[in-house]
T-cell receptor
Framework: QKEVEQNSGPLSVPEGAIASLNCTYS??????FFWYRQYSGKSPELIMS????GDKEDGRFTAQLNKASQYVSLLIRDSQPSDSATYLC??????????FGKGNQVVVIP | GAVVSQHPSRVICKSGTSVKIECRSL??????MFWYRQFPKKSLMLMAT?????????EQGVEKDKFLINHASLTLSTLTVTSAHPEDSSFYIC????????????FGPGTRLTVL
């Protein structure tokens, strides 16, 4: 499978602040990108999908995609304690498989 | 919509026994299902891709004779861990995709397997 990199360590943000997560991928032909949220001990939950360059907003979440730079990001506005989780970046390959990054742990401090 | 269930949620078994895990898509037809394994504090590792009515495609390093996958219908796939050993203890998660035009994968709640 192709590589998906999420290099940042745990991210601590105060409640109400913006959490910013970044992801890079190696497969230049990838067309489909996803962000999943995973609470400890639970399975991943899809929160955002993005397929075109630019921004896509859904509630407090904004995904940003730049295919030329092979970069996808996730912004969480007005962070809440319930946003504390691990966020997984996933990229779909030509065989319909998802390659996942290692994840970024987000801790929202009340 | 897009609900995927897994059963059982937890299983504890003795070494040498076989364990079957079921994955069901409840409100859509899943032409493709995927099986993942996740170790503590690690990311998901794809084990195999399962298409309805055909043999599963296993990822490199995954033993097909140990992890038997059956995708007999558009709503059900099963993973059987044969002759389980303690090193097979892990969190097993399935996901389902609804075929062309349905780009997302939706995950089941996972099955935590502990082999004593």
């Amino acid at each position: 499978q192709k590589e998906v990199e999420q290099n940042s360590g745990p991210l601590s943000v105060p409640e109400g602040a913006i959490a910013s997560l970044n992801c890079t991928y190696s497969d230049r032909v990838s067309q489909s990108f996803f962000w999943y949220r995973q609470y400890s001990g639970k399975s991943p939950e899809l929160i955002m999908s993005i397929y075109s360059n630019g921004d896509k907003e859904d509630g407090r979440f904004t995904a940003q995609l730049n295919k030329a730079s092979q970069y996808v990001s996730l912004l969480i506005r007005d962070s809440q304690p319930s946003d504390s989780a691990t966020y997984l970046c996933a990229v779909k390959d030509g065989n319909n498989r998802l390659a996942f990054g290692k994840g970024n742990q987000v801790v929202v401090i009340p | 919509g897009a609900v995927v269930s897994q059963h059982p949620s937890r299983v504890i078994c003795k070494s040498g026994t076989s364990v079957k895990i079921e994955c069901r898509s409840l409100d859509f037809q899943a032409t493709t299902m995927f099986w993942y394994r996740q170790f503590p504090k690690k990311s998901l590792m794809l084990m195999a891709t399962s298409n309805e009515g055909s043999k599963a495609t296993y990822e490199q390093g995954v033993e097909k004779d140990k992890f038997l996958i059956n995708h007999a219908s558009l709503t059900l796939s099963t993973l059987t861990v044969t002759s389980a050993h303690p090193e097979d203890s892990s969190f097993y998660i399935c996901s389902a995709s609804g075929g062309p035009g349905y780009n997302e994968q939706f995950f089941g709640p996972g099955t935590r397997l502990t082999v004593l």
